[in-house]
């Protein structure tokens, strides 16, 4: 078994799951567990959300919604991105909602429909420019969509671009426009179950967005701006190694690939297994940093395709000693030191979402319960 392993901490997305409830006082919860559950393990990340009574979970693709369903799924799952022809069969078979945004896929759907009616949502392009119908033709839209008798239109639904952008003005001008939308439908005696916009960021940054539903996605993993210790998210992901070498590495000798680092001073190098072959991304060479005996160290030379260096310089280490590259760790004194997704995206320039969701299905996961927040 491989020494470097994700511990996913259930307790913290229990957690996590409860202080979105909070946040959006009693609205109806859909948990986005697409992308594996952006890193974290789709099928054990829905059961607890499913045990959790989640209304609603997730994904991008059809065939998460199948993997969720046979893997014992009894929960509504939303398709977040618009069907494919490929997809009707699944879409029916498996009891999955989608979106629907050109009456073309609608009718595609209501025509293979029979027994089950499948629930759909009508998505709004309100300035995403990504999927959705346009808030101008929205009406019409769903006008025609009145045609496929064999489809429940459960919910309305759009998707904010600048939602994590604090009092962003853009974010207030796509809310306008989806409730010029509610009231355009309204008029005409259109009206929907479920009405949702907000994502992470629009739940902590925008109360205007939560509408009936609301989606959180990376808040449920522990990452989000909470103002105050009543929301503060714990974050569910942590990557634990092991120093698996030790060698001495003399002044003016260089590590790793390419020579991108030279050794000041004599210093003790340990090798870690992890790479960017596991996800931990080759960017991060010469940026980041790991925790060792809960005292930081840097991370030198080229991050290799399935190790890393750490100069550890004169510190007592021994092969063995458990290293984290994301996560919490204590000193001799009881200390906590953390490394978050936040920080590692900092030194990545990139964001927390592909920190967790980069790393591999070849770093394996651990599902435990109070063990990483005591």
């Known amino acids: 078994m491989r020494s470097t392993n994700v511990l996913i901490d259930l307790s913290a997305l229990e957690w996590n799951l409860g202080v979105v409830r909070r946040r959006t006082d009693g609205r109806k919860v859909l948990g986005m567990v697409k992308a594996n559950a952006y890193g974290h393990g789709i099928v054990q990340v829905s059961k607890v959300l499913q045990s959790n009574q989640i209304d609603m979970l997730g994904v991008a693709f059809v065939d998460e919604g199948v993997l969720l369903r046979e893997a014992g799924i009894q929960i509504p799952i939303m398709v977040l991105t618009p069907p494919e022809r490929s997809d009707v069969a699944d879409i029916l078979r498996f009891d999955l909602t989608t979106v629907v945004s050109n009456i073309q896929e609608a009718e595609v759907l209501n025509a293979a429909a029979s027994a089950r009616r499948p629930r759909v949502h009508v998505y709004i392009d309100t300035g995403m420019r990504r999927d959705g119908v346009r808030a101008e033709h929205a009406v019409a839209f769903v006008e ?58 629009g739940i902590w940054q925008s109360a205007q967005s939560m509408f009936t539903m609301v989606r959180p996605g990376l808040s449920l993993y522990g990452y989000a701006p909470p103002h105050d210790d009543i929301f503060t998210l714990r974050p569910v992901m942590s990557i634990v190694s092991k120093v698996l070498s030790l060698r001495t590495v003399h002044a003016g000798e260089t590590v790793s690939y390419g020579r991108r680092w030279m050794a000041s001073q004599d210093t003790t190098i340990a090798t870690i297994p992890l790479g960017y072959g596991d996800g931990y991304l080759r960017a991060l060479t010469g940026k980041a940093s790991c925790l060792i005996h809960g005292k930081t160290f840097p991370i030198v030379g080229t991050i290799c395709m399935d190790e890393c260096m750490v100069d550890v310089g004169d510190y007592s280490v021994e092969v063995g000693d458990d290293v984290v590259m994301l996560g919490r760790q204590s000193n001799a004194e009881g200390h906590v030191q953390s490394i978050d997704a936040l920080d590692i995206a900092n030194w990545a320039n990139t964001i927390p979402y592909e920190i967790t969701t980069a790393i591999s299905a070849r770093v394996p996961r651990i599902y435990v319960k109070d063990v990483i927040h005591v």
């Open 144 to 201: 025609a969509l009145g045609y496929c008798t064999n489809l429940d239109v459960e919910g309305i639904c759009t998707h904010l671009a600048t939602s994590e952008e604090p009092d962003s003005a853009f974010v207030r001008e796509q809310l306008s426009t989806f409730a010029a939308v509610l009231r355009q439908l309204s008029a005409r005696g259109h009206t929907f179950a479920i009405v949702h916009a907000a994502n992470t960021g």
